[in-house]
């Protein structure tokens, strides 16, 4: 029998691995993992056990942390100056009921499986080996993207707070090299860095210390609250500055508006994903992690809400600036022009704790990926002594503040978005498929024909609601596919019996819950642009390859070593594809 590493042995050896591709491809991309496995013979490859030390408390600061950063100081303007108006307040109650769906299917998932993986591990024991991988990369490289426009954004941050220009005091320019990747901007490494060593050390300090910036930040949201409660008009709530240009009232824009802002503000609630990597690290993961999740959901969706109203009583929804609408609200004000300097101070400790959480979050993915054999294995390992993966987090911390030290923030953040959304919208498809579908046991035929005719009707009401002219017609067309959604829900429900009960904690409303999620990412996914969709279809082919040339093979050897292979199990013969 061929040894773990043979495909790779020699050259000799990799020409033949890769000659077998296709047929190794078809035993290995479909292999699902089982409960069992994750949490015990793969968890295992990681060495030494993560510490759990952490509570629901932690929980809720680290979501607190990873949702609210920078962000809602920029999405609030934009959202009620070109979409919503006054009414900004209802899109983000919108946004934040739908984000809570999505994560009560992240968090039914933690509960049931409580490892580091997130949602690579939630789709591996759901929909195999490959749609895991292909999503998890995609994740990976969001995040790192991400996490790089965020340190980049700090820079700017600091200087508002402070009064410095800081392309011209901090970066440094090199002309020799192309727009967008000529400014050097060594403060942006120097954080990521830090932040890097941080989660190395400890989690549970890394909490502490998130605990200590979300504290910060959430005192500065609130005196902004107070403050535009205090300096605020009634009247800008029903009242624009220029009537005879712009509607009036409380929706100027209609209920659509409330809508288009829903779906515009939705980012400002990413970053709870995050939290469900931790789950490996939790005292007790099925009473921690639902208070955990959902209540760091809740809590921001009320901060963001009286931050809408807020910002609307200070400006008329058509005065407001659609970048910096909070800053811009004091500038130009006698006496309070140092606000906006408190402002850029509270942001700054916001992407600190944005930045925390999600490389918290990236090193987890990547550590779980690593015991899958489907990335090189060091990447699994977690140190004895730290009880952190500290190979996944440098290693990431590395590339991180390699692509901070020259990209420029417009450029990163094109990359970023619609691999995070993509991953909201498997995972809501994957919770409904592993209540109705019992590998071996059950057809799951009609569950996957739910699941895509319901894809396929979210679909053609988003690209009805982007495309068609406003009148009767789009509103026809858009009441057709509501009542055609609603029927393949309903129809589903009754007729698909469910294949298992969750033991602790399961979405409420199966399968209503997690439809209305799946209808929620499509939706958003079909509002993004071109450039958005190019970049992901550039890094799925990546990750393809990748797997194809490398993982593939990695994955086949570490099954063939244990003597399994992906076949199902002529022993027990209860599970198909059963993976190591």
């Not at 820079?155 to 090199?174: F, M």
């Not at 987090?393 to 692509?403: D, E, P, R």
């Amino acid at each position: 029998m061929e040894t773990s590493s043979s495909s790779f042995a020699s050259l000799r050896s990799y020409g033949r691995a890769l000659r077998q591709t296709p047929a190794r491809f078809a035993r290995r991309a479909g292999s699902v993992s089982t409960t069992h496995d994750e949490m015990s013979r793969t968890r295992a490859r990681s060495g030494p056990d993560m510490a759990r030390s952490l509570r629901w408390h932690d929980l809720v600061g680290l979501g607190l942390g990873g949702m609210v950063g920078a962000g809602v100081f920029v999405s609030t303007g934009r959202a009620a100056r070109c979409y919503a108006g006054p009414a900004i307040v209802l899109s983000y109650a919108v946004a934040g009921a739908c984000a809570l769906l999505s994560a009560f299917c992240y968090t039914e998932f933690a509960v049931d499986l409580p490892v580091a993986g997130g949602a690579f591990s939630y789709l591996r024991v759901t929909f195999g080996e490959f749609a895991a991988f292909l999503t998890g990369a995609n994740l990976v490289m969001e995040y790192v993207f991400s996490n790089a426009a965020v340190a980049r954004s700090f820079t700017s941050y600091l200087g508002t707070a402070i009064g410095v220009q800081a392309e011209v005091k901090w970066r440094i320019t090199v002309d020799g090299l192309p727009n967008g990747f000529n400014q050097i901007d060594l403060l942006a490494v120097f954080v990521v860095l830090l932040v890097s060593l941080c989660i190395c050390y400890s989690t549970r300090e890394s909490s502490v210390l998130n605990m200590v910036l979300t504290a910060i930040h959430i005192a500065f949201i609130v005196f902004v609250i107070v403050i535009g409660f205090w300096r605020g008009n009634r009247r800008n709530l029903v009242e624009p500055s220029d009537p005879m240009k712009n509607a009036g009232g409380f929706f100027p824009y209609g209920a659509s508006g409330v809508f288009k802002g829903a779906a515009w503000v939705y980012l400002s609630y990413i970053g709870y994903d995050a939290v469900s990597t931790m789950a490996e690290e939790v005292k007790d993961p099925k009473r921690d992690i639902p208070i955990g999740v959902s209540g760091s959901v809740v809590l921001v969706t009320v901060l963001y809400c009286f931050m809408a109203v807020s910002m609307s009583m200070l400006v008329p929804y058509d005065a407001m600036d659609p970048e910096s609408p909070f800053s811009a609200a004091f500038k130009g004000s006698d006496g309070w022009g140092w606000v906006s300097n408190v402002i850029g101070a509270g942001a700054s400790f916001g992407i600190l704790t944005s930045l925390l959480v999600s490389m918290l979050g990236q090193a987890r993915y990547l550590c779980v990926i690593g015991r899958s054999n489907v990335v090189p294995s060091f990447l699994a390992k977690v140190h004895p002594w730290t009880s952190t993966p500290v190979n996944s987090s440098a290693f990431l911390g590395v590339f991180t503040a390699a692509i901070a030290l020259f990209t420029d923030l417009e450029v990163l953040l094109n990359l970023v978005s619609i691999g995070t959304l993509f991953v909201f919208y498997m995972v809501a498809n994957a919770v409904v498929y592993r209540r109705y579908v019992s590998i071996g046991t059950t057809d799951p035929t009609p569950t996957i024909r739910f699941l895509a005719g319901f894809s396929a009707v979210s679909l053609a009401f988003t690209l009805v609601w982007r495309f068609t002219p406003s009148g009767v017609a789009k509103a026809v067309a858009m009441g057709g596919c509501a009542v055609v959604a609603v029927a393949v829900v309903e129809v589903f429900r009754s007729r698909v019996p469910q294949a298992r009960k969750p033991e602790f904690w399961g979405v409420p409303l199966m399968p209503w819950t997690p439809a209305v999620s799946v209808f929620m990412n499509v939706f958003l996914l079909g509002s993004l642009d071109g450039p958005s969709y190019a970049r992901f279809g550039f890094f799925t082919a990546v990750a393809a390859v990748v797997y194809m040339l490398y993982s593939v093979h990695a994955s086949f050897d570490a099954a063939e070593e244990v003597g399994i292979g992906g076949k199902l199990g002529r022993s027990e013969g209860r599970f198909e594809n059963c993976e190591v």
